[in-house]
């Protein structure tokens, strides 16, 4: 699976817009980009994923590159409870998800 | 959405006992589930894919004697951590994939064990 990269930790003001990158240079063609989240002690929650068209949710919208080589997650409204470590991963039909290091997101008043 | 459960959700054992832990897809039926460790503040290390009716597939570096993984139905799998040492002490999580014609297969996450080994 392709590698990801995410910077190790951003902040983000309450009410505004949380804009989470993530490069992916190598994905391949059939693999997809997905986000999950890890809120402390708690399993990871899915929040979206999408192969080369955007993507939108109740959760959040995902902005994937023409090239495909980057994406972008971004939470519309972010609140406290979206403080949270953000994964990035890149997933081809018959493998495994593998985690990286995230994005430490700290939503702060 | 899909709910996996998780039983227990914190368990706390003697040194050199037996830990037995569950993981349960609620809602739908899955054939590959998956278990993970997370140290504190680490991310999540995948230790072995578990597919109903044959035996596990253990990653590099996990001890398939130690960390023995059950997959006997479609929507339950156990994870047994045998002869538990304080080293074990981590948090157990474990997903099941949905497999979904023309896509990429989800996985679904339960809420994960919290293992104490005193």
């Known amino acids: 699976d392709a590698k990801t990269t995410q910077p190790p930790s951003m902040d983000c003001a309450e009410g505004r817009a949380a804009n989470l990158p993530c490069n992916h240079s190598t994905i391949s063609g059939n693999e997809y980009v997905y986000w999950y989240r890890q809120i402390h002690s708690q399993g990871p929650q899915y929040i979206i994923h999408?192969?080369?068209n955007n993507e939108t949710n109740e959760m959040a919208s995902l902005i994937i590159t023409e090239d495909r080589k980057s994406s972008t997650l971004i939470l519309p409204h972010a609140t406290l409870r979206d403080t949270a470590v953000y994964y990035c991963?890149?997933?081809?039909?018959?493998?495994?998800?593998?985690f990286g290091t995230g994005t430490r997101l700290q939503v702060t008043l | 959405g899909a709910v996996v459960s998780q039983h227990p959700s914190r368990v706390i054992c003697k040194s050199g006992t037996s830990v037995k832990i569950e993981c349960r897809s609620l809602?739908?039926?899955?054939?590959?589930m998956f278990w993970y460790r997370q140290f504190p503040k680490k991310s999540l290390m995948l230790m072995a894919t578990s597919n109903e009716g044959s035996k596990a597939t253990y990653e590099q570096g996990v001890e398939k004697d130690k960390f023995l993984i059950n997959h006997a139905s479609l929507t339950l799998s156990t994870l047994t951590v045998t002869s538990a040492h304080p080293e074990d002490s981590s948090f157990y999580i474990c997903s099941a994939r949905i497999v979904t014609s023309g896509r990429a297969n989800e996985q679904f996450f339960g809420p994960g064990t919290r293992l104490t080994v005193l």
């Open positions: 991963i890149v997933y081809g039909t018959a493998s495994k998800l593998t």
């Open positions: 999408g192969l080369k």
């Open positions: 809602d739908f039926q899955a054939t590959t």
